[in-house]
């Protein structure tokens, strides 16, 4: 199992802590999809909220502009195809 510090979100630019890209990189989505293997919703209630959390962080630091397409980099790739 991977360390659940590795590939994690830094805070407040929502980049990856190991590999520097945009969070949740593709090592931090599988990560979550174990995590949270065989319960879909659990795992989308709990990128909305980071989605959220980012949204407010990622405006603050964008001098009041929110970011976009930010709903396809939390949960967009998690919902079931």
């Known amino acids: 199992m991977t360390d659940r510090s590795e590939?994690?979100?830094m805070k407040p630019a929502w980049r990856c802590r190991t590999c520097g890209i945009a969070w949740p990189c593709s090592a931090a989505k599988l990560r979550?999809?174990?995590?949270?293997?065989g319960r879909r919703a659990?795992?989308?209630e709990h990128l909305r909220q980071l989605q959220a959390e980012a949204t407010?962080?990622?405006?603050?630091?964008h001098g009041g502009t929110p970011p976009g397409s930010l709903t396809e980099r939390f949960t967009g790739?998690?919902?079931?195809?």
């Open 42 to 44: 659990e795992l989308i």
């Open 32 to 37: 979550l999809l174990g995590e949270y293997r």
């Open 56 to 61: 407010e962080e990622l405006t603050d630091l």
């Open 77 to 81: 790739w998690a919902q079931a195809r």
């Open 7 to 9: 590939h994690a979100a």
